[in-house]
């Protein structure tokens, strides 16, 4: 452990001295204050750099066999339907699944859409929450079961399992809370969506069905690994052996779902879900932020270097701006 803290602080020296030897006249004129200050500035900076790095760091290169180009172009080739991004002032994303004539099943262009809504999302600095929802009161029905059958071919189906994977695994990552909006179905993929967000909200009568046994499949966008971590071995063991389906009730019992709402209809459902996650978006954006991020290294990383991410994003609030603020104030939580 500190073999690796020592390594931690040595590569972040290393990469202030880089720094300081591209500003390096500038930084020897200044006085051992203003010195200390841009030391820790750079330091503040790497440690951001590095956050920001693992966060978009995909699980799937080259080195894996993955083809990213080739697999982007016979995705081009199933068009329909679309990925829709608003985002609000209140820091809430709202990702629509919008193809509501296949119950908003994954068309490749769509897959190709998410990519591009993912990275806009990791660009926006103000974000603090995501709701990601189906159009027309169903969330989704999976992959466009056209784009199955086109791409039957083993190192196709491999290619478009990790290029979905890495996707998933670049919104799990956000720095953003984030919930799926659960109309409807979610099925096959769509189930697997679910789990790439932190909670899941359901409205009533709406289920969650991972129904790959009866495709002759398990997940493969992620699903199956992720849904141990929410339920347990033992209950996603059941829910893919069975292909069970997960109605409100017993989402809630396995911790699958935080709640059931109240609204079926989409306008309804949807201000349910904004007030629902509003109570933890609430607060300094950079806090919520941090607080995401903390968790995702503890949910994600082994416990040593967890704890070394929440170092690392412990350091960049503490003396901030929302730091400084909240001493200045009455420091009693009543
Ligand atoms: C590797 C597997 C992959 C993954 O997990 O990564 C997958 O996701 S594979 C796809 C898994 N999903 C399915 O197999 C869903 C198949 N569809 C159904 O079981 C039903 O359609 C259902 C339960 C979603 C909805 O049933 P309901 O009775 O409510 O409606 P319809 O069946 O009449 O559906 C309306 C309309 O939508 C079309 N549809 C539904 N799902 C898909 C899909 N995945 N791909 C393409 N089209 C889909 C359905 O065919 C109907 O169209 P229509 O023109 O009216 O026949």
């Known amino acids: 452990m ?12 290393q990469s202030v001295c880089k720094r300081l030897a591209h500003t390096g006249e500038a930084a020897c004129r ?11 500035k750079n330091l503040l900076q790497t440690t951001k750099e590095r956050i920001l790095q693992q966060r978009r760091m995909s699980v799937y290169s080259q080195a894996h066999g993955y083809e990213e180009e080739l697999i982007k172009k016979k995705l081009q080739q199933f068009a329909g339907g679309s990925i829709n991004l608003t985002k609000e002032d209140n820091g809430i994303g709202i990702l629509t699944l919008n193809n509501p004539k296949s119950m908003n099943a994954f068309t490749g ?9 993912v990275t806009e999302l990791e660009n926006w ?19 466009d079961l056209n784009v199955v059958k ?6 196709d189906g491999m290619n478009m399992c990790m290029f979905m994977q890495n996707t998933l695994t670049r919104l799990m990552r956000l720095p953003l809370i984030s919930v799926a909006l659960v109309q409807g179905k979610a099925i096959g993929g769509g189930a697997e969506l679910t789990t790439a967000c932190d909670f899941r909200l359901m ?51 396995l911790g699958l779902s935080e709640e059931t709402l109240s609204s079926s209809d989409e306008a309804g459902a949807l201000e349910e879900a904004r007030a629902w996650l509003s109570q933890y978006t609430e607060g300094p954006v950079s806090v919520i932020r941090a607080a995401k991020e903390v968790v995702a ?17 412990f350091g ?19």
């Open 2 to 13: 500190l073999g690796q803290f020592a390594a931690d602080s040595s590569a972040s020296v």
């Open 30 to 40: 200044s006085t051992s204050a203003e010195m200390v200050i841009f030391i820790w």
């Open 109 to 117: 262009t769509m897959m190709l859409e998410l990519q591009e809504k």
């Open 125 to 143: 600095k103000d974000g603090k929450g995501l709701i990601i929802y189906g159009a027309g009161n169903t969330f989704c029905s999976g992959s």
């Open 150 to 155: 086109a791409m039957s071919k083993f190192q």
């Open 203 to 253: 409205t009533p009568g709406s289920e969650i069905r991972f129904v790959h046994k009866l495709m002759g499949l398990v997940p493969g966008w992620g699903g199956g690994a992720r849904l141990v971590r929410i339920v347990g071995s033992r209950a996603a063991l059941q829910l893919l052996s069975g292909a069970t389906r997960v109605d409100t009730e017993r989402a809630l019992h």
């Open 297 to 313: 290294g503890g949910r994600e990383l082994p416990l040593e270097a967890a704890l070394r991410t929440e170092k690392d994003i």
């Open 316 to 334: 960049t609030l503490w003396g901030g701006p929302a730091n400084l603020q909240a001493l200045a104030r009455s420091l009693k939580h009543k």
